[in-house]
């Protein structure tokens, strides 16, 4: 992403103040849940007034039903089960904890893999605790105070706080209350956050608290109050310039922001959201996701409302500049997860674009917002099936050349098209469009309707030669969408494929295609790999994982340590995902998954990665 300029800088600062808005997002959380539980020595104890604020209501729920009311032991505490995509209670059984302290830390937090994230998520959401040798269960508070901090990590904030819910009073610890009072900044519910941190600090006044202290006494217009806490906080951090530069600027003092903000916390993001900075190119070039997804919030407001004077044009232009680096957050916080698919395509249905965007697809590129803002709006002013699938069409080639570069990965551009999709019909005339259909229905996990587009190629295969390299081309995709044992390759399948693909991908392809078959268990013989048996390897994707991690996975899997096998699945393909992943990197995540019976989890990282890939 490219940075905003100096000068658009001082457009934007001079020509919007960003309201404060509901955050969906999430946030690199800096530090172990272990290390926040053990409290500094004692710093010096703020005496401002008693805070009052009364207690807001969320208005985000985590969407999930809890059914019963008896508080459960610290081990069972979870909200899905093996029946809604989780895992049994044994889960941890045969980990021991310190292996565990080591690894749960280490799992990436800002993933652009749907399928990854969501075999994260349904991991740290089961209940399990950790077995001891005798399989008896050894309760551990920092598994479950692990948990929540890893959820909070990756952005599910809703998700953290409802199993906050679950922890019983007696069990409460210091990380958790902490987590819970960071769920409360994110989620604009200041009061509760304000009423957490009183009750805190009449027991642990701890820095963290009392800095929370401060922001509550600025919000309830405490200034001598936040002055005096300010003037003790300088005394024993002084070199915290971020904070101090975020409450300068909440207090009404305008200050060049510092050369870094570091990691944002919810706190210092709680106090920007407040201020209404506009968006500065450090949070943005951050990628964290919580930042992204506030970015992804911000309201437009009129120029006449900034104190520069500007022209029209001047002011129109600014405006643009600003949607565009919305939108560019926008991008981002879909991609991790942090925002809906839903609010980009309103980012992108209402973004006026003065200038005409040339659309012949031998101009179009993956390059710019604008192009691809464009492509969208042009789909939706088309007024038939065909004419829509043809810019839908180009708009797919356009994410499947680019590979995940500079624009939208194949899987965010099919959730953003998704409604438009689903609005044409698998009918004969139509069936040009079935590969990129089927395709894009299974970048958005819509396995059935993709189904039906590869029927359409398949039934049509033997009459239309078009519908037959189509179906060729998505052989591969079918078999790696099928669950079970199968049988040997069909002969010459692998080489129709090859001959309908381009010189590259014809390469490329086949060589991830059979290593992901092997690593299912399929029978691939050598023979099925003698094309590319003399060739040099030609995908250099993804950097090797280190040897501890890549013996966690045979270990685990050997030993069926299933927790311990998914931890260091998600440790080895990293932020990236599958799809950047080094082909046996995703190979042995693959077999390892399976080997401890997440075979569908497997398939849908594999069938994400090739996607992804081009394929």
């Given at each position: 992403m490219s940075a905003l300029t100096s000068d658009r800088w001082q457009r934007i600062h001079g020509l919007v103040v960003l309201v404060a808005t509901t955050l969906n997002g999430a946030l690199v959380y800096g530090q172990d849940a272990l290390e926040q539980a053990v409290p500094p020595p004692r710093p010096l104890q703020m005496l401002p007034e008693q805070l009052t604020a009364p207690t807001?209501?969320?208005?985000?729920?985590?969407?999930?039903?809890?059914?019963?009311?008896?508080?459960?032991?610290?081990?069972?505490?979870?909200?899905?089960?093996?029946?809604?995509?989780?895992?049994?209670e044994t889960l941890w059984q045969g980990s021991d904890l310190e292996t565990l302290r080591k690894i749960l830390i280490q799992l990436p937090t800002s993933v652009t893999s749907p399928a990854q994230r969501d075999l994260m998520r349904n991991m740290l959401l089961s209940a399990g605790g950790i077995y001891s040798a005798e399989d008896i269960p050894a309760s551990s508070a920092w598994l479950i105070e692990t948990r929540i901090a890893r959820l909070a990590a990756m952005g599910a904030w809703d998700d953290a706080l409802a199993m906050i819910e679950l922890v019983p009073p007696g069990e409460m610890t210091e990380a958790i209350r902490r987590l819970r009072a960071d769920a409360y900044l994110i989620a604009g519910r200041i009061g509760d956050a304000c009423s957490e941190t009183q009750a805190a600090l009449r027991q642990v006044p701890d820095i963290y608290w009392q800095k929370v202290q401060i922001f509550c006494h600025l919000e309830k217009g405490q200034a001598s109050a936040a002055d005096?806490?300010?003037?003790?906080?300088?005394?024993?951090?002084?070199?915290?310039?971020?904070?101090?530069?975020?409450?300068?600027?909440?207090?009404?003092?305008?200050?060049?922001?510092?050369?870094?903000?570091?990691?944002?916390?919810?706190?210092?993001?709680?106090?920007?959201?407040?201020?209404?900075?506009?968006?500065?190119?450090?949070?943005?070039?951050?990628?964290?996701?919580?930042?992204?997804?506030?970015?992804a919030e911000i309201p437009h407001l009129d120029h006449e409302n900034s104190g520069e004077k500007l022209t029209v044009a001047e002011a129109d232009e600014t405006l643009r500049d600003l949607a565009e680096t919305r939108i560019l957050a926008a991008e981002q916080a879909v991609a991790v997860g942090t925002l809906k698919s839903e609010r980009l395509r309103e980012l992108y249905r209402d973004f006026s674009i003065d200038v005409k965007v040339d659309l012949r697809p031998e101009e179009t590129s993956a390059v710019g917002v604008r192009a691809r803002v464009r492509l969208f709006q042009a789909a939706l002013e088309q007024t038939t099936p065909m004419a829509r699938a043809e810019i839908i069409a180009r708009a797919f080639d356009i994410a499947r050349a680019d590979v995940g570069g500079v624009g939208s990965s194949v899987s965010i551009l099919s959730l953003l098209y998704l409604p438009l999709l689903e609005g044409i019909s698998p009918t004969a005339d139509m069936v040009w469009f079935s590969g990129t259909a089927?395709?894009?229905?299974?970048?958005?996990?819509?396995?059935?309707?993709?189904?039906?587009?590869?029927?359409?190629?398949?039934?049509?295969?033997?009459?239309?030669?078009e519908a037959a390299s189509i179906a060729y081309g998505l052989w591969p995709l079918e078999r790696l969408l099928s669950l079970g044992a199968k049988g040997r390759l069909p002969a010459r399948a692998m080489d129709d494929w090859a001959a309908r693909a381009s010189?590259?991908?014809?390469?490329?392809?086949?060589?991830?295609?059979?290593?992901?078959?092997?690593?299912?268990?399929?029978?691939?013989?050598?023979?099925?790999?003698?094309?590319?048996?003399?060739?040099?390897?030609?995908?250099?994707?993804?950097?090797?994982?280190?040897?501890?991690?890549?013996?966690?996975?045979?270990?685990?899997?050997?030993?069926?340590?299933?927790?311990?096998?998914?931890?260091?699945?998600?440790?080895?393909?990293?932020?990236?995902?599958?799809?950047?992943?080094?082909?046996?990197?995703?190979?042995?995540?693959?077999?390892?998954?399976?080997?401890?019976?997440?075979?569908?989890?497997?398939?849908?990282?594999?069938?994400?990665?090739?996607?992804?890939?081009?394929?």
């Open positions: 807001e209501t969320s208005n985000t729920m985590a969407d999930i039903a809890v059914g019963s009311l008896a508080a459960p032991e610290r081990d069972q505490i979870g909200l899905v089960d093996e029946h809604g995509g989780g895992f049994l005096l806490g300010l003037l003790l906080l300088r005394e024993q951090q002084p070199g915290n310039t971020a904070y101090f530069w975020a409450v300068n600027m909440l207090r009404g003092n305008e200050h060049e922001p510092p050369i870094s903000l570091g990691k944002p916390t919810p706190l210092l993001l709680a106090i920007l959201r407040a201020v209404g900075l506009p968006a500065l190119d450090m949070l943005i070039e951050s990628g964290d996701a919580t930042t992204v997804g506030i970015l089927a395709r894009m229905f299974l970048a958005a996990r819509k396995t059935k309707a993709a189904k039906q587009w590869m029927a359409l190629a398949q039934n049509m295969s033997r009459i239309n030669r010189e590259l991908a014809a390469v490329q392809g086949r060589e991830m295609f059979l290593n992901l078959f092997a690593a299912f268990g399929d029978p691939v013989e050598i023979t099925d790999w003698q094309p590319v048996l003399g060739a040099s390897r030609v995908m250099e994707r993804g950097p090797s994982v280190a040897p501890h991690v890549w013996n966690g996975l045979s270990l685990a899997a050997q030993n069926r340590r299933v927790g311990e096998a998914v931890v260091f699945a998600l440790i080895a393909l990293g932020d990236e995902g599958p799809a950047f992943a080094a082909p046996e990197t995703l190979a042995k995540v693959v077999e390892t998954l399976m080997a401890v019976g997440r075979e569908e989890d497997a398939r849908a990282l594999a069938l994400e990665a090739v996607l992804v890939f081009g394929l």
